[in-house]
């Protein structure tokens, strides 16, 4: 006997993280006993918290409310009947996995019929556990074989100030990145709340429905679509069991695995360093016992005050180099301006298709791929465009930069304002954006509220609105006549690039004749 709890079995429930032993494969390693009056199989609640536990089985015993007389009078119960019931695995459909798409569905158990006291107590327990974890590690070894992406289950949380259009188009983003970042999403969780729960962001009963689901699917990952407390994502994982992250963890992922150039690991690390400094596990300064004072003294650092002090170090020598970085860009740019080459930099949101309209415009052969954030390194080229008053050949450099998402994490703004500079140093902009993206209006406005933030006001700007071959006439209709002034293009197919190099010559010189 582990443990006594008065109350139902999910009232009793122990979190997942202080189970003796916990995986996809195996069950839990305890047995539940739990007592009843009414004579009626476990009910709905019983069975969920025998899940989100994967106890190895529930057994409920329906006690009768008269029963044998003590010795000194009071009536005690007797055992009526019995009910056994344990997890099965979790059958797959090898072509479709439609289940996953769908609501959630129910957790696969088996309840046995009711039973006697006798029948129960001649089971062999040590033999049926012992067969259902065979099946789990087969199911479970399964799964492993056919991906070994993360399977991971998202959260949203819609509160009263974000639009129902808004919320989902965040969450389609979401899957996106984790897509993008090497994961697969099964199943997407949704709440409606006027504010984030301070602890857990969700309300209970949906903090034990993501739970369930986990259990459900064998998700490895919980991505929420907002930035997490550190004292959050640590309710969270123990009321879970699962990893827990927000959508600026799954970003920061995107860019280690995107970042090629030196400059580029160097600003992903510094970014990582800086998100995950005030993340570290403990008491934060107040474990420091080095201070001066009364109760500041002690014998030494403690093993969280050891590894905040050389993340610090760490943080500031990539400050450093990244410093020196942004001065020898600067170094590069204020060359450019005394050859007197124009310089137009390429902006907009993420694969909206800048690189691939950089590539068509000067010959390139930069990588392109149809995901977020495909590359991070600012590239420069030259590109010939006809002088606007003259006609003549005027050669440019067209740059392009790092792409923008909504809500952009502060951690990677600072960390790649080197990469930045070349936005607001740069004579004119060409806003590149994706006309077939269901979102375009709402992606314009994000890039120009990231624009405003920039300490420096950048040029004056070309909105471009790509990939047209794959917007219906409606929709063209509509963005010609919201934007009179922008260029229509397709870099893929290219179309309405000849138009598009007059108009950034009429750019530049505009630029150059108000500088």
């Known amino acids: 006997m582990i443990r006594v709890g008065v109350g139902s079995p999910r009232q009793t429930r122990i979190p997942p993280l202080e189970l003796p032993r916990y995986g996809n494969g195996r069950l839990s390693g305890i047995r539940c006993i739990a007592t009843q009056s009414k004579s009626e199989p476990p009910r ?43 997890l099965l695995p979790q059958q797959e459909d090898e072509e479709n996995e439609t289940h996953l798409d769908n609501p959630l569905s129910p957790v696969p158990y088996y309840v046995s019929p009711s039973t006697s006291l006798d029948v129960l107590s001649n089971q062999d327990f040590l033999d049926l556990v012992d067969g259902l974890e065979a099946e789990f590690q087969r199911e479970f070894v399964a799964r492993d074989v056919k991906s070994d992406q993360d399977r991971v289950l998202l959260v949203g949380v819609q509160t009263a100030d974000v639009s129902s259009q808004r919320f989902e188009e965040g969450l389609e983003e979401l899957a996106r990145l984790v897509d993008t970042a090497g994961g697969r999403v099964l199943q997407t969780l949704r709440q409606k709340r006027s504010r984030p729960h301070p602890q857990t962001v969700v309300g209970e009963g949906k903090t034990q429905e993501i739970a369930l689901a986990a259990q459900t699917f064998g998700a490895t990952l919980i991505v929420f679509d907002r930035d997490l407390s550190p004292a959050q994502v640590r309710n969270l994982e123990t009321r879970i069991g699962v990893r827990v992250v927000d959508r600026t963890e799954v970003i920061l992922d995107i860019f280690a695995q995107r970042a090629q150039s030196g400059a ?25 016992r080095l201070g001066g004072g009364i109760g500041t003294r002690g014998p030494g650092e403690t093993k969280l005050e050891t590894e905040r002090r050389a993340i610090q170090r760490r943080i500031a020598r990539l400050q450093k180099e990244v410093n020196q970085l942004q001065a020898h860009r600067s170094r590069l740019r204020q060359r450019r301006q005394r050859q007197e080459v124009p310089t137009v930099a390429i902006v907009g949101y993420t694969n909206a298709g800048k690189s691939t309209l950089l590539n068509v415009l000067t010959s390139s052969e930069i990588y392109t791929a149809d995901q977020l954030f495909a590359t991070l390194d600012p590239t420069t080229r030259r590109l010939t465009i006809p002088d606007a008053v003259t006609g003549e050949a005027q050669t440019i450099v067209l ?32 806003h590149v954006v994706d006309l077939s993206h269901p979102a375009w209006q709402a992606q314009i406005r994000s890039v120009m509220e990231i624009l405003t933030q920039m300490p420096i006001t950048p040029g004056p700007a070309l909105l471009a609105f790509n990939k047209i071959d794959r917007v219906d006439g409606e929709t063209l209709r509509f963005a010609q006549e919201e934007y009179p002034q922008a260029v229509f293009i397709s870099a893929a197919k290219a179309l309405g690039l000849e138009t598009l190099r007059g108009r950034m010559a009429q750019l530049v010189y505009y630029a150059i004749a108000n500088s």
Not at 273 to 283: D, K
């Open 399 to 430: 740059t392009d930069t790092v792409g923008f998402i909504h809500e952009l994490p502060p951690a990677l703004i600072d960390a790649f304002r080197a990469t930045l500079e070349e936005v607001t140093d740069a004579d004119a902009l060409l």
């Open 264 to 288: 580029g690991k160097l600003q992903v690390e510094l970014a990582q360093l800086e998100y995950s400094l005030p993340r570290l596990t403990g008491r934060g300064e107040a474990m420091s």
């Open 44 to 86: 709905e609640s019983a069975l969920t918290a025998m899940a989100m536990q994967r106890l190895d089985v529930l057994a409920i015993l329906t006690l009768t409310g008269t029963g044998f007389e003590r010795r000194g009078g009071g009536g005690t119960g007797y055992v009526k009947d019995c009910y056994l019931a344990h």
